[in-house]
């Protein structure tokens, strides 16, 4: 592997990628930039390829999270290229999978987020079998929600009995359609702290809210993904 001719010291990487001097030393470390040649009194002598790996790395870990992304870069300098191009298409095919699920899952919320919960009695609460009967879900399921914190429902006494509220029962519903949507339980334990955060009637404002920051985030990682591909293009032609 052949590296540029720049010599450039572990500050200046540092600066330059937005780094700190530990956090350098930590991703040569890792293999996510190639073993610094060394001077004759043991200072680590840098490159450009060093400085491209770092600034890939930095737009990898917005895209994929840092895993993926150490494995990304180490592959550039350990693995063959279609190695190295088979792992970016996986991370871009993840992006559109959850690009995908989002579309779902807003036209899914659409259908339930707008009913209001106006004029809520005592005898509007629904147990656990009645709301499992009304969304076709077994009672099992509803408790796993709970669980999950997903659906909570108020304990009543003496008997500890789940009960629903109006709103607490919309909660169920969003999950119901947002889960036969496509969402995952790990991504709604994400995503309902956001659709919970405000008053009960303005659950649409919530929804809408809580799935455009989902949106924007994508695109974000999309972008970050793009600008990826070029900084890795650049320590690829460094590598020959």
Known sequence: ?????????????????????????????????????????????????????????????????????????????ERPLPDVLALLDAAHAQLDRERRDLGLAKEAAAAISAEPVDDVRPSDAMSVSELAAALGVRPSTLRHWDAEGLAVPDRVSPRDTRRYSPAQTRDARIVHQLRSAGYRIEQLRALLPDLRRGHRTEGSEDIAAALAA???????????????????????AATG
């Open 1 to 77: 592997m052949s590296t540029l001719q720049s010599a450039l010291r572990t500050v200046d990487v540092a600066r330059r990628a937005g780094y700190s001097v530990q956090q350098v030393r930590n991703l040569e470390r890792d293999g996510v930039l190639p073993p610094a040649a060394r001077s004759a009194s043991g200072y680590r002598i840098y490159g450009e390829i060093h400085l491209r790996s770092a600034l890939a790395y930095r737009a990898l870990a917005v895209g994929t999270g840092p895993v993926e992304a150490k494995r990304i870069v180490r592959a550039v300098h």
């Open 214 to 236: 989902r949106d924007d985030s994508i695109t974000a990682r999309s972008r970050a993904l793009l600008d990826a591909g070029a900084a890795l293009s650049a320590v690829l």
